[in-house]
């Protein structure tokens, strides 16, 4: 564990669905909240991003949606570059999947499910709850 740098309002960039973390990113100068699942093995965006950039989006493809209640293959397309600013600092990804009907069987209003391969290129990710404050170097 570690001390939290303490509640400092207006800085907050994490929040909860149920038991579901959620984080505020910044995606082409706007703020858009994502679902963090660090044991997802990739990042895939969603069908609200799908509709809020739909001209960014690149060639149609073919994605499984993999749950526990087992495999299916849905309608996607391409994301090239994939820059997402979190705490001031740049990630990015290529080639990421764009679902283009909501994943599993919810109707989901994030923008995308931030996986582990997104934070590979960082050094150091905290969560840091107290603060509600998800910090990346």
């Known amino acids: 564990g570690f001390a939290s740098d303490g509640y400092m309002k207006g800085r907050e960039n994490l929040a909860f669905d149920g038991s579901t973390p959620l984080v ?3 995606f082409a ?3 858009l909240t994502f679902h963090l699942d660090l044991g997802a093995g990739h990042t895939d965006l969603w069908p609200a991003f799908a509709r809020r950039y739909p001209g960014r989006l690149s060639r149609s493809a ?3 949606d993999t749950s526990i ?3 299916r293959e849905v309608s996607a397309a391409k994301l090239g570059t994939f820059d997402l600013l979190i705490d001031g600092h740049q990630l990015q990804l290529h ?3 764009v679902l283009l009907k909501p994943p599993g069987s919810s109707r989901r209003p994030y ?3 931030l996986g582990i391969d997104l934070f590979e290129q960082a050094r150091r990710v905290t969560l840091d709850f107290t603060a509600m ?3 990346v170097e």
């Open 24 to 26: 505020l990113a910044e």
């Open 29 to 31: 100068h706007t703020l």
């Open 62 to 64: 073919r994605s499984t």
């Open 69 to 71: 209640g087992g495999s």
């Open 95 to 97: 080639d990421v999947v």
């Open 111 to 113: 923008y995308g499910n």
């Open 133 to 135: 404050r998800m910090t």
